[in-house]
């Protein structure tokens, strides 16, 4: 097992290191001058060499980016924006609380209502309950998310009243964000549950388990709802960096002013220093949750360990 994690903690590491320098060479190698974007048009070109200076973008692109990653891991420090001279990692510091809290809540929902539903799918496939669900949550899923969000602000907030339609100062303004968000992502988990219960059903060591006369619920508790789990372990470890991304759509809609809406006003606005942080923090959680996710699902079952080391033992 230690061989197993030190592994992929080795993997981890190389793929950070890879998605930092991706990271860094997409925004210098995209085309335009950041100091355009400082300046007004009428500076001279001496002008722009001095300010060009002062922000190291005349130095080679290695020595760049080893100041850039170096700050970063020493200091916390992500750089200072170009449009609002704000330091970037106070401008994220602001932001991610609230994305957090988005994010956040409409991934418990999601997993504490579609869970069970796929649970229960599957106990009772291909009967009219299980392809009642099925469509409904997979309609829901069809529908753009803006339209899905547009038609529960006409109905909750603008015919019945019983919903705000912006802000998030209270709890009550989260309701419609975090509710249509959730209706529009319960079919993926619901489907992926019930797959894979399915497939737990179908093992020998469950039929075994039957016909050792063990009670139905001593079976659907201890062998396939323990086993079945697993994969919606590396569900949840995978969704969390996209926690901190944001939901960008919702974020407009209702004007939250999260991650989401920082990452796609900073591509607009063409804000490198921006644009890098909120980019790597994001690859770089993904990496970090990937390989929890591979070490947790190889203590939950050995088979994934024995694999992933080749064949050898455990």
């Known amino acids: 097992m230690t061989s197993f994690i030190l592994k992929k903690l080795l993997n981890g590491l190389l793929l950070v290191f890879t998605v930092s320098v991706l990271v860094f060479s997409m925004m210098h190698l995209m085309p335009g001058d950041p100091v355009d974007l400082i300046v007004d048009r009428k500076v001279s070109q001496e002008r722009k060499d001095i300010i060009r200076h002062e922000y190291g973008y005349d130095r080679p692109l290695t020595v760049q980016y080893v100041d850039w990653i170096w700050k970063i891991i020493s200091k916390g420090d992500f750089g200072t924006s170009l449009r609002v001279k704000q330091k970037v990692a106070d401008m994220m510091d602001a932001r991610i609380p609230l994305s957090l809290k988005l994010c956040g809540w409409m991934l418990f929902f999601e997993i504490v209502i579609a869970v069970p539903l796929g649970l229960l799918c599957a106990y009772k496939k291909d009967t009219f309950l299980d392809r ?14 803006f339209w899905l969000y547009v038609l529960l602000i006409l109905l909750f907030s603008v015919t019945l009243k019983w919903l705000p339609i912006s802000g998030y100062e209270k709890a ?28 737990v059903f179908r093992e020998k060591y469950v039929l075994t388990a039957y016909a050792k006369g063990l009670p139905h619920k001593t079976v659907m508790v201890k062998h396939v709802m323990r086993n079945a789990l697993i994969l919606i372990t590396v569900l949840v470890f995978m969704s969390i960096p996209w926690l901190i991304s944001g939901a960008v759509i919702t974020e407009r809609i209702f004007s939250i002013p999260g991650m989401g809406s920082l990452l796609v006003n900073s591509i607009i606005t063409q804000d490198y220093a921006v644009v890098q942080g909120c980019i790597l923090i994001i690859a770089v959680l993904t990496v970090v949750f990937n390989t929890l996710s591979d070490v947790v699902v190889g203590m939950l079952d050995p088979r994934i360990r024995i694999t992933m080391n080749g064949g050898a033992g455990a």
């Open 132 to 145: 009642a669900i099925i469509n409904v949550t997979l309609f829901l899923s069809a529908v753009p998310s």
């Open 172 to 199: 009550i303004n989260w309701v419609l964000p975090i509710g249509g968000g959730v209706l529009g992502s319960l079919a993926g988990t619901i489907r992926l549950t019930k797959t894979e219960v399915l497939d």
